[in-house]
């Protein structure tokens, strides 16, 4: 066989392998966590190669609080972290995530849903985590949450996850699902230097000058590791900028705002989504993960038929990417929510759509992925 | 014909293997897909379904191929359905095409809901014949490779190499060539529907049948 030209390196992987591929890519280096299906492959495949990293750590922990205890202490020394999980782990992993959030610790959590509540289905499909993933934590709290359809998707949206873990100082959680964790696709490795990496901002100040938590153009404020010789005390009460506790409100207020504030000012940066013939579409589909495919799939094959239906596949499931589908909302006479719960992900089209239009869900909680005729079916029922 | 094999159009060929948990069928559809994506260049999507237990259980592997990017994942109608099991085949056979082929092991499945079938006691082979009963999976991808006009043998035997530890490819590749010695001798060449040309993808290789 005659393969003359030079190609990209390409795997047979599966989307948790791509996770890994894309974690190392990004410049992960430190990994703690226990094993859950459907995400043990991230950690076993971790488990393989991270040691053998420069630098590499490898921790399985007792549980996901602790996994993720370690990942936050791991983050604050200088390191790029990661995390994953599934549904039941997740729930564990809630307390620390709030901390997270408030110390302000870049990281990366992969969950990969399975069906619940509880132990529920481990071996099968749901999307039922997603506002979980937005608000599971308590107290007011921005975070970043980002999903993937595909296999080489999970790559891209993994060292997406990392860059804006590091650029806004912030956790950023992936939610997959089942059907995308475990589907084995060929995907291009990227060669050196095709992602853009991001570096986290460290302090351009002698240490005498710093100020753990101060407030910059950004919103972000700049990571010293710890041991770096910098001053820098760590708590989950609300702080000052000198990183101590504070109940005076003009500094709590201060601090809040800037936190929502490092996200609010770059939601451009952050909403991403992927359009599919959605200029001239009379019917709007609003899909993510897995279903997001079924869904391509039912437009290809709606749009043979003559209907006029688009498709936007959300890459950022949270900050809802509100302008993408307020713009749908206008021009489409109905939309149609297709997702792995009871309508999770509807409640927030419903809420920017404001009622310019319908909205209409399928859901499915059984266990299996919502098919391509199923949502066939509600295009031609609209 | 020319010396460089032309690939195969296809449009979202669905092919579903099941059985029992411990068969094997994720390994080989694992090799399958691996085969067809890096070796024959196909767009291949495999996905996988088992129960929560540790061993037993049913299992299935569903790959699907196609010569363009493939969007839904999963498979809805089958143009192959390989059962390893009475369970597996009751519960799939109606998901197969009118014109599906359906393939089981014969001394697995006692009862199947039609008399068009292509079959062949894999594990009695496996057991008697190669001596390892392990070796079942690696002996029904002999026996698809036959079966499919657009998967070749050779890079099918590679992707089966690169997939086993070293200790155990021997065996697997006398499986394999069994596997794919029987069905060519009992299962006739491939159905019409699913040869689009002539020429076939692997034509040449054909040459080289041990």
């Known amino acids: ?382 | 014909m020319s010396k460089k094999a032309k690939m195969q159009e296809l449009n979202r060929f669905e092919l579903r293997l099941s059985g029992l948990g411990g068969q094997g069928i994720i390994t080989l559809g694992k090799i399958l897909g691996t085969a067809l994506a890096l070796g024959h260049g196909y767009y291949v999507t495999q996905t996988q379904s088992y129960g929560p237990e540790a061993r037993g259980g049913s299992s299935r592997a569903d790959l699907v191929i196609s010569s363009h990017p493939i969007s839904y994942p999963k498979t809805e109608n089958l143009d192959l359905l390989v059962a390893l099991s009475q369970e597996a085949c009751n519960a799939y056979y109606r998901y197969l095409k009118p014109n599906g082929v359906l393939m089981v092991d014969t001394s697995m499945v006692a009862n199947t809901p039609t008399n068009v079938y292509k079959g062949l006691p894999f594990t009695t082979l496996a057991k008697d014949k190669i001596g390892l009963v392990q070796t079942l999976n690696i002996l029904v991808l002999g026996a698809v490779t036959h079966l499919l006009p657009f998967a070749g043998q050779r890079r099918m035997k590679k992707a089966v190499e690169q997939a086993l530890p070293p200790k155990i490819q021997e065996i697997n590749i006398k499986a394999f060539n069994l596997g794919h010695r029987e069905a060519a001798k009992h299962f006739g060449d491939a159905p019409a529907v699913w040869l689009e040309a002539e020429e076939m993808a692997d034509a040449e290789e054909d040459t080289e049948h041990v």
């Open chain 1, 1 to 382: 066989m005659a393969q003359a030209k030079k190609k990209r390196t390409e795997i047979f992987a599966l989307g948790n392998e791509a996770v890994v591929e894309g974690a190392l890519i990004a410049g992960c280096t430190f990994y703690a966590g226990y094993p859950i299906t459907p995400s043990s492959e991230i950690m076993e495949i971790m488990a393989a190669r991270l040691p053998r990293t420069p630098e590499g750590v490898f921790l399985q922990m007792e549980d996901e609080i602790g996994s993720l205890g370690a990942a936050i202490g791991a983050s604050l020394a200088g390191r790029k972290v990661m995390t994953a999980t599934s549904g039941p782990g997740f729930s564990l992993m809630q307390e620390h995530i709030g901390y997270a959030c408030m110390v302000e610790s870049p990281l990366v959590i992969v969950n990969v849903m399975r069906g619940g509540p509880s132990t529920g289905l481990p071996t099968s499909p749901s999307q039922g985590d997603v506002q979980q993933a937005r608000w599971g934590t308590h107290g007011d709290h921005p975070i970043i949450v980002l999903s993937a359809s595909d296999v080489q998707e999970c790559l891209e949206m993994t060292v997406r996850a990392f860059n804006m873990a590091e650029k806004y100082r912030t956790p950023v959680i992936l939610l997959l699902d089942e059907v995308t964790a475990h589907t084995r696709e060929k995907i291009f490795l990227p060669e050196p230097g095709e992602y853009e990496i991001l570096e986290r901002a460290v302090p351009s100040v002698p240490p005498e000058w710093f100020k753990p938590y101060e407030d910059t153009a950004r919103g972000v404020p700049p990571v010293a590791p710890i041991g770096a010789g910098y001053r820098t005390h760590i708590t989950g009460l609300t702080h000052d900028p000198m990183g101590y506790p504070t109940q005076r409100p003009d500094e709590i207020n201060t601090a809040m705002h800037r936190m929502f504030r490092k996200i609010d000012q770059f939601f451009d940066d952050i909403q991403l989504v992927d359009e599919f013939l959605t200029e001239d579409a009379e019917i709007g589909i609003v899909a993510y993960g897995s279903v997001a495919r079924s869904a391509r799939l039912a437009v290809t094959k709606a749009r043979e038929r003559g209907y006029k239906v688009g498709l936007i596949t959300l890459k950022t499931l949270f900050p809802f990417p509100k302008p993408s589908v307020v713009a749908l909302a206008r021009k489409a006479k109905c939309i149609l929510v297709p997702e792995m719960n009871m309508g999770q992900m509807s409640r927030e089209v419903k809420r920017v759509n404001n009622g310019a239009t319908r909205v209409r869900t399928i859901n499915r909680v059984d266990g299996s992925i919502i098919t391509p005729s199923e949502i066939l079916k509600s295009i031609t029922q609209v």
